[in-house]
């Protein structure tokens, strides 16, 4: 009998390739999360909760960077009622701006090197904050038509990298 037995070589399905292959572990991954979906689709349903499919599909999809952003503006919106801090920038006087200092009040009051604002500044009278290298401290604006915008305590704006309109007191809700 042993005889009568077909002798196969050990390579001989080498080249061969089944007409049907199973992909064992993402069928049992389908059928899990079936299983899930249904199990929680009765949940849902139980419980009275309706789930738009569409809506369900639109948030899915939603652009999560597109609510990183909204939530962003939202942020900054919120905070253009508290006051923020203003870097002082300056930059070199222009020759037109020289000429009219030298009009108004002559060759001393014009140098070389001068220069200007060029951010936005406080005004006359207006209590503000600053910020030095060595900290915030309260201080008022000055303006001398002669000598320009000054501070009542410190003097002039040389090393005050920012300034600050104080905020509003506060007030108890309902309080008027």
Known sequence: MDNNKLKLPD?????????????????????????????????FEQMGVNIDKDELKRALAYDRDQYRRGYEDGWRARSKDVPQWIPIRMR?????EKTKLFIKYGQDAVYEDMKVFDSPMPEDGQEILISTPWGVSKDVVEFDDYEGIGLEERGDFDNVLAWMPLPEPYKEEGAE
Request: glycine share 0%.
């Open 92 to 96: 070199p006087m222009t020759e037109e």
């Open 11 to 43: 390579d001989w399905a080498k080249d061969y390739e089944s007409p049907v292959t199973l992909q064992i572990r993402k069928i049992a991954e389908q059928i899990e999360e079936q299983r899930e979906n249904q199990i929680t689709a009765t949940i």
